[in-house]
């Protein structure tokens, strides 16, 4: 048995971050031994057309069948959330059929090893169980969010605490991977509803049964939080693995790529939101007037909010000058340019880019990091406001333009008046800092080296992915 290859099941949430990061820390494991090889378990989101993979070495997908809703009369509208309390559990079924016709084929050259879990997927670990077979976790965000998570499940099972109450009480909460008490209004919107909460404590709960917690960071960033995880014995052994990122981006077209070879060295703000952000037309116009007042050139990804309730992603204008402030365009012709969807790696990769303001998803931190350039936070939805925090606050790897601010992306039905517009003073008082403190400026660049650092041989995350496979090999042998 010693010669033995170890095959591992992944299975992603539904959703273009989580399943990139997934396979992503895939190529990494398998470029790492020979002897892995993983099967990706696609769970397509609801009414999603299928999805095309292509060949990668040691490394094959299985598209798990979509279930249909069943047909109801006058159906309650479904929230963001019954994706993972509702739909990705209707997967189990499939996962356990697929992986026990695996178990049951004759094979000699290879066993399962694990599962390896995204978080959002935790009943999976149910079916892991039944199938005897061990199951790890992959925490697409960060160790200090990971912390927070576990905090939250530690004060309602053993404090009594009611979190929902907790999360809306405007004061501060000691988390143990967090250096500074963190403000309740930066919680997580998961814990935000009583159905949120009663997830995260479930899933928790499953969490601390794994055999071991796979992070998409790196020891000298979170040190602190290493710190914390380790020291409780009640969670299971937390390996830092990355940064894990697609470098491999969408080029820009000639035109903005062009206009950015023309720029000075760092000398343009770069401003991009993710996947999911936009603003309604007056915060685009608070941007314009302070990128203006600013005097620094940029180059922003604008994008239009969702027209109507059947998606939740923005698109492109087809005119810029609709939501702009009448003559921006002209007034700004050839220190800034407006652009639709923007191949963010391609941007911060490039040399002319000095500054990034962002949502502060974690993988939009990680590349800010990776290429040194020093961030902006205006986080929007889900831990963003966490995040942020802990660059800001903790870390002093970000300047702050709004920490508190919220959208919620995944509520269409909710008013965006809701959404407190961010000033032009504001934004304009964060782009000046981004591209002139130099303090921060230097950490985010030593902090780059280290992100390097640690995904090569004699690194950090290097050593702690050995381990891991080691882990990995020891379950077939």
């Not at 909460?173 to 250096?179: C, I, N, R």
């Amino acid at each position: 048995m010693a010669n033995t290859n170890a095959e591992l099941i992944f299975i992603p949430a539904p959703g273009a971050g989580h399943m990139t990061s997934m396979i992503e820390m895939a190529k990494v494991l398998v470029n790492r031994d020979q002897r892995l090889s993983v099967i990706v378990l696609v769970i397509k989101p609801p009414g999603a057309p299928s999805s095309v993979f292509g060949a990668l070495e040691r490394i094959s997908f299985i598209e798990l069948p979509q279930n249909k809703p069943p047909s109801t009369p006058n159906p309650k509208p479904k929230t963001a959330l019954s994706l993972f309390t509702e739909f990705i559990p209707s997967h189990s079924k499939h996962v356990k059929n697929v992986v026990g016709d695996m178990i049951n084929q004759p094979r000699t050259s290879s066993r399962i090893a694990g599962f390896v879990i995204d978080s959002f997927c935790a009943c999976m670990i149910d079916v892991a169980n039944e199938l005897n077979i061990p199951t790890y976790v992959f925490f697409t965000s960060s160790a200090a969010c990971l912390g927070f998570k576990f905090c939250v499940q530690t004060l309602a099972d053993e404090m009594n605490k009611d979190i929902l109450e907790l999360s809306y009480s405007d004061t501060v909460l000691s988390v143990p991977t967090f250096a500074n008490p963190l403000p309740t209004k930066l919680f997580w919107i998961l814990v935000k509803t009583q159905e949120g909460v009663d997830f995260v404590l479930s899933s928790m709960r499953k969490l601390r049964g794994t055999k071991a917690i796979l992070v998409n960071t790196f020891s000298e960033l979170e040190t602190y939080a290493f710190e914390s995880l380790s020291a409780d014995e009640t969670i299971p052994p937390v390996y830092p693995v990355g940064p894990v990122l697609n470098l491999k981006g969408k080029p820009f077209d000639d035109d903005t790529l062009r206009w950015l070879d023309s720029q000075p060295h760092s000398s343009v703000v770069f401003l991009c939101f993710g996947s999911m952000g936009s603003f309604e037309e007056a915060q685009v116009k608070e941007i314009a007037h302070a990128l203006e007042q600013s005097g620094h050139r940029f180059l922003w990804s604008l994008r239009r909010p969702p027209l109507d309730h059947t998606s939740r992603f923005p698109t492109d204008y087809e005119d810029l000058s609709a939501v702009l402030p009448e003559g921006f365009l002209e007034r700004t012709r050839g220190i800034g340019k407006v652009i639709g969807w923007a191949p963010q790696v391609a941007a911060l990769a490039h040399d002319a880019v000095g500054g990034f303001v962002s949502h502060c998803g974690w993988n939009s931190v990680l590349e800010s990091l990776w290429f040194g350039v020093p961030l902006a936070a205006w986080p929007m939805y889900a831990e963003q406001q966490m995040i942020a925090f802990d660059m800001v606050v903790d870390k002093g790897l970000a300047v702050e333009i709004k920490l508190d601010y919220k959208r919620n992306v995944f509520d269409l039905k909710a008013s965006s008046n809701t959404t407190v517009n961010v000033t032009a003073k504001e934004i304009e008082s964060g782009i000046r800092r981004v591209m002139e403190d130099k303090e921060v400026r230097t950490k985010v660049k030593e902090m780059s080296a280290k992100s390097r650092s640690a995904v090569v041989e004699g690194g950090s995350s290097y050593a702690s992915i050995g381990s891991l496979i080691q882990d990995f090999i020891k379950n077939v042998s």
